[in-house]
């Protein structure tokens, strides 16, 4: 671990007091609310969810059907709520994340740490209470997962953090899933398996052009302990593995040949980006490539599950 890294967290209990004293002049909006949840990640946690619910075999009343959706959506903006009060002190350190609520002094740590856990609770008893207990006990599994295995361990200890961290980020096919059907079967997991795959290259497409700010927050990411040509080659290698992951649906019989034709050129394209990364002299390019892939990725993903939804048997149009 870095210097940088070690008086970080010598400095940690100063800095949260720092905060403390800013947000007294800087009271909290409702936006920066709103930003604790993580938004743009919301969005894509609650297009992934959705799509596991669509595609599940069985009925579901509209409304359970919302709520289920809400659920996981208040679970993912409450995971992001807590992660963000545990990083706080390298969000300070970070230009890609100083300006968050609670490093930019306009929010108390303690105060996003109690919506973080309110919300947490909140959103699996009401999947409970409302949906089911095994969507609940998905929900409960994937926001104790982010706190505890990704932010709190993996992400400041080992550069495979986002390799294990990111099966965080793919329950909400799963949990949509048990939310239809009450259990986890194949299906599931193949689309669990596609976002847990889909996750190294997309995050160590930014991670390489923000290499300079992880290493001055000293946050152990692949480029920094590595270096480039190891990340672009485990890049490569992860990109390669979502052509069978991402044409199961068709083959396992909740896709059909629309959905195959679609994911493979999907692939096709991802897998050019990932070469055109590896070719790159991200020094003299300013990472243009790599800042292509990060985009084109999560694209990649939203256009994959739209295609899978209506290309479906399960849904209601299939």
């Known amino acids: 671990m870095s210097d940088t890294a070690l008086d970080i967290t010598e400095t940690k ?27 743009r990640v919301m969005s894509l946690v609650v297009f992934s969810g959705m799509a596991g619910l669509l595609v599940a075999p069985g009925e579901m009343h509209p409304l359970l059907a919302a709520v289920a959706i809400l659920c996981i959506a208040v679970g993912s903006g409450a995971a992001g709520a807590i992660n963000m009060w545990y990083d706080r002190d390298i969000d300070l350190v970070m230009a890609r ?22 919300l947490s609770f909140a959103s699996v008893f009401l999947m409970a209470v409302a949906v089911n207990y095994a969507a609940a006990a998905l929900l409960a599994g994937a926001i104790l997962f982010y706190v505890f295995i990704y932010t709190m361990w993996l992400k400041r200890s080992t550069p495979q953090n986002i390799v294990i961290g990111g099966a965080a ?14 259990d986890v079967s194949w299906e599931p997991i193949v689309l669990f398996s596609l976002i847990f795959l889909w996750t190294p290259p997309h995050f160590w497409a930014l991670a390489l052009f923000r290499c300079k700010d992880y290493a001055k927050a000293g946050v152990p990411m692949l480029p920094v302990v590595s270096g480039e040509e190891a990340t672009k080659k485990q890049m490569l290698f992860y990109t390669l593995t979502l052509f069978p992951i991402a044409a199961a649906p068709t ?68």
């Open 13 to 39: 209990e100063n800095d949260a007091t720092d905060y403390v004293a800013r947000a007294g002049h800087y009271p909290a909006e409702v936006k920066d609310y709103v930003a604790l949840l993580k938004p």
């Open 97 to 118: 994340t100083k300006e968050r609520p609670i490093p930019a002094g306009k929010m108390n740590p303690d105060e996003a740490l109690s919506f973080g856990v309110v």
């Open 169 to 182: 980020g793919a329950f909400p096919p799963m949990i949509g899933w048990a939310a239809v059907t009450g």
């Open 251 to 318: 083959f396992l019989g909740f896709a059909g040949w629309i959905y195959f034709t679609v994911s493979l050129a999907l692939n096709l394209v991802f897998l050019a980006a990932a070469v055109a990364v590896m070719r790159e002299d991200g020094e003299k390019t300013e990472y243009k490539q790599a800042k292509r892939m990060f985009g084109f990725s999560i694209l990649y993903l939203f256009m994959l599950f739209a295609v899978l939804v209506m290309d479906s048997p399960n849904t209601l149009w299939g």
